[in-house]
């Protein structure tokens, strides 16, 4: 069963910047688009980035130029540098599959970033 474990959250004041990564059992980050999504409370989860496996990346709008999404196929690893953080970023951050595939039923418990004003 694939697994997917997020981990770099935390405490951030605004205009911080954090790297989360994204550790997944198997080849599957290796050869599918995979992507950083957010959940803050009360709102529907939401896809930020994502990055094909030969590297082309996607940003929502409203990270487009704060967030840097990379991988490291070798390692199983997908990455999210963030910068220039602001309050409306905090939400409990998870990886997954991005379009055009499916993500993985099973979600990780996800890693919360908090960024404060």
């Known amino acids: 069963q694939v697994q997917l474990v997020e981990s770099g959250g935390g405490l951030v004041q605004a205009g911080g910047s954090l790297r989360l990564a994204c550790a997944a059992s198997g080849r599957i980050a290796s050869i599918n688009t995979m992507g950083w999504y957010r959940q803050a409370p009360g709102k529907q989860r939401e896809l930020v980035a994502s990055?094909?496996?030969?590297?082309?990346?996607n940003y929502a709008d409203a990270v487009k130029g704060r967030f840097t999404i990379s991988r490291d196929n070798a390692k199983n690893t997908m990455y999210l540098q963030m910068g220039s953080l602001k309050p409306e970023d905090t939400a409990v951050y998870y990886c997954?599959?991005?379009?055009?595939?499916?993500?993985?039923?099973?979600w990780g418990q996800g890693t919360q970033v908090t960024v404060s004003s």
């Open positions: 997954n599959l991005a379009w055009p595939f499916k993500p993985l039923d099973s």
């Open positions: 990055i094909s496996s030969g590297g082309t990346t």
